[in-house]
């Protein structure tokens, strides 16, 4: 394989927390890759009296998938599709806690000043797509299992307890 080549992520991601090879999509040439991202761009957690709080440089971003084609000759990664997710309602969905409590993380902005909890954030750390297309991800926050669409919408979440 040749060297690598530097590419672009669209976006700001934050980080990335899971990468799936498809193989139904893939060839010994070129491999299909999805990258899962966190919950977006966030700092490290600082005291503030008795709270503990995370702040959040994008409170706005949405969790998505990325879809990566390696040319594995070429030694090119080509990044196309991203698909951010959404709630049943078609509304962005945010990388915020869902409840308090959570990690014991009250969410803040770049500048400290609190931003609401989202009862329908996700903190999707792994992933792994079924055989209709569709992806399951495991998520932080619940714990629980989440199912996501092709296109992004998020169908089934649950905490398994």
Do not use: H
């Amino acid at each position: 394989m040749p060297p690598k080549k530097d590419f672009a992520v669209p976006g700001n991601p934050g980080g990335l927390s899971s990468l799936y090879l498809s193989r139904p999509e893939s060839s010994d040439e070129k491999w299909v890759v999805y990258a899962l991202t966190d919950r977006g761009p966030n700092g490290e957690t600082r005291r503030s009296g008795d709270r503990v709080e995370r702040p959040f440089f994008e409170p706005e971003f949405s969790p998505r998938i990325y879809r990566f084609v390696v040319d594995r000759r070429a030694g090119v990664v080509e990044s196309g599709v991203a698909v951010p997710f959404r709630r049943a309602d078609g509304r962005p969905l945010s990388g915020l806690p869902n409840r308090a409590g959570v990690r014991q993380e009250n969410p803040v902005d770049r500048f400290g000043k609190q931003i609401s909890f989202d009862a329908e954030g996700l903190d999707p750390e792994c992933m792994v797509r079924d055989d209709n297309g569709d992806f399951w991800l495991g998520e932080e926050y619940g714990p629980s299992l989440v199912k996501v669409a092709r296109d992004g919408r998020v169908e089934k979440g649950g905490n398994p307890r």
